[in-house]
């Protein structure tokens, strides 16, 4: 589990194409509002976030993956019976955070991105807790056991979804 | 200046970012309806990802079909002759349960009860779900162009599903039962309380509003109470599974819902509910008295008087032909429960609902004047009835007003039908 400090120069920056840019997370949205319905413990996993995670670790870009996660997350929010904004901040942050963290240090191997997807798994659920609960008054429980489970589902979810992303993302 | 902003240039733009979505959310929170920017947003995003859904269950369910329909008809000649077995069953059970309904019918036309039909139905297909675990709600596959309104109650055959959130084009959103943002007005079968059926953030459902002191057993079927002006009253939402004191004055009451929120495949929006009155079999134009001549094997049948001689036949007078000297007559003393010839006084005034010719009433075909009229207080004008099911009929009419026994009971021809 290396988690390797680099400078900006030594990181690898890295690009999806346009179809991808724009496929993948349409694809991650509509899986995530699909598959529950076959598989009801799949409402778990944050798909979306998974994909908002590894897009702005990838491209190592602050503003690039603060968009990408507000453009998803509004995105999801829209399928939501909620009001729209949730999901967007939540994301936006961890879009921000993911690619600020991706300057700084090479997660390229599966131990240091299950930690980074476990972190941010957290960090999303916080912020969308704190918005849901301070600033729309939603009745939303906090349960820490079952935060930490879905932690760690979509960390190991995100090793196997991460290798295959690298497959679609170009060397800029 | 300028090398200040160049330097946090991205830590302002991601301020600016949240910044406008926590503004876009006060928005939505402070206005009842809908924005037009986020009723956009929405439908941009139910645009993109239905299609995709539609295709998918469509290619799900045509394999499913082709092979339950062609290949897999394994055990199908056994089940056909159980369901048989079952129809003739409840055929039966339908017979007796008609005859209860067509009783409460009666009541309910007697109190002059509007009753709630559902008359119009569309089955819709679930295509896709919120894919939150905050947020509970489905889409189906139809839409404003199948008339799909919002508010419209979604139901399946098990129970209420929930309500029409939001409506598209070919789409529609659901809000589940068990979400937090939901509320269904519900009464228990047995105990008749009434209460709000909520979602919990954990997706559970329970019963609000019920208070402390109040008995609820586990295992109470719990209905719809069609307070909330969406769901028509008496449609099951589930059964009492725990039963605990809450934190308020109210019990905390964990309710299981008979429909598998889960699992939902294909629905019904209601897409019409039609309020009218009850209207009671012919039979209740019958005058009461007639009804109990026909049933009296003891009471003659009504004769014409004779207005001329006025020597009418009534049993209260004397056999005709018999002289009856002055001091002589000595009325006969009846009895409660005794049989006697002379229809009690109460019985000319009985309510023609609640007797039906062949009814079996045995207090009645006594003829006693202890025919159930004032026995004991029964709801507004209507009297007590000895089966079974005529006191439920009488228990599911919302409360009205319960005359003591020295009231005066109302005449048949006073009822507003």
Do not use: C
């Amino acid at each position: 589990m290396a988690i390797t400090y680099t400078s900006g120069e030594q990181v690898e920056v890295y690009r999806f194409s346009l179809p991808a840019t724009i496929l993948i997370p349409l694809a991650a949205i509509f899986l995530q509002a699909w598959l529950p319905r076959q598989w009801h413990f799949f409402s778990i996993f944050d798909l979306p976030l998974l994909v908002t995670i590894s897009f702005a670790m990838a491209r190592r870009s602050q503003m690039a993956g603060l968009f990408t996660g507000a453009l998803i997350g509004l995105f999801q929010d829209a399928l939501t019976a909620g009001p729209i904004g949730l999901y967007g901040i939540a994301k936006t942050v961890v879009g921000f955070g993911a690619s600020s963290l991706g300057i700084k240090i090479d997660a390229e191997n599966a131990g240091a991105r299950l930690l980074l997807t476990l972190v941010f798994f957290v960090v999303h659920e916080v912020v969308y807790f704190t918005v849901g609960r301070g600033l729309v008054s939603l009745p939303m429980q906090w349960s820490w056991s079952h935060e930490l489970w879905s932690a760690v589902a979509n960390a190991l979810l995100g090793i196997a979804l991460y290798t295959l992303l690298d497959r679609l993302k170009q060397r800029a | 200046m300028e090398s200040v902003l160049g330097r946090y240039r991205n830590l302002i733009v991601l301020v600016g970012v949240l910044f406008l979505q926590v503004l876009g959310l006060a928005m939505q929170v402070r206005r009842d309806t809908e924005t037009d920017s986020s009723r956009l947003i929405r439908v941009w995003a139910v645009t993109a990802v239905a299609p995709l859904e539609k295709a998918l269950v469509w290619v799900q369910t045509s394999s499913g079909n082709l092979w339950h329909n062609y290949f897999y008809l394994r055990g199908v000649r056994a089940e056909n002759r159980e369901l048989r077995q079952q129809i003739e069953r409840m055929r039966i059970e339908q017979v007796r349960m008609s005859q209860d309904a067509d009783q409460a019918r009666r009541l309910q036309a007697l109190l002059g009860f509007k009753e709630q039909f559902i008359s119009q139905t569309r089955a819709a297909q679930v295509i896709g779900a919120s894919g939150s675990e905050q947020s509970r709600a489905i889409y189906i596959d139809k839409g404003e162009d199948a008339g799909i309104k919002t508010d419209m109650a979604v139901i399946t055959a098990e129970g209420v599903v929930g309500k029409i959130l939001r409506v598209y084009g070919s789409t529609s959103q659901v809000l589940l039962i068990s979400d937090q943002s939901s509320g269904v007005g519900a009464i228990l079968e047995k105990s008749r309380l009434q209460g709000i059926l909520r979602g919990t953030p954990s997706g559970e459902v329970g019963l609000e509003k019920v208070m402390g002191d109040e008995q609820v057993p586990v295992g109470e079927m719990v209905l719809t109470s069609g307070g909330d002006r969406i769901f028509p009253k008496g449609l099951t939402l589930g059964r009492v599974m725990t039963v605990t004191p809450g934190n308020d004055l109210f019990l905390n009451i964990r309710v299981k819902p008979t429909a598998n929120l889960s699992k939902l495949e294909e629905v019904l929006v209601v897409t019409k509910i039609d309020e009218k009155q009850a209207t009671p079999d012919q039979t209740v134009s019958m005058r009461a008295a007639d009804i109990l001549a026909e049933r009296l094997p003891s009471v003659p049948p009504p004769k014409v008087p004779d207005s001329a001689n006025g020597t009418g036949s009534t049993p209260a007078q004397a056999p005709a032909g018999s002289e009856i000297k002055p001091g002589q007559f000595k009325p006969k003393t009846m009895l409660p429960g005794q049989v006697g010839t002379r229809p009690a006084p109460a019985a000319q005034k009985l309510p023609t609902t609640g007797l039906t010719a062949g009814h079996s009433d045995s207090s009645a075909r006594a003829g006693s004047t202890t025919v159930p009229v004032t026995r004991k207080p029964a709801p507004a004008t209507v009297r007590e009835e000895p089966s079974a099911s005529g006191s439920s009929a009488t228990k599911a009419s919302p409360e009205p007003s319960k005359p003591s026994e020295a009231q005066p009971q109302q005449s048949p021809q006073d009822n507003p039908q």
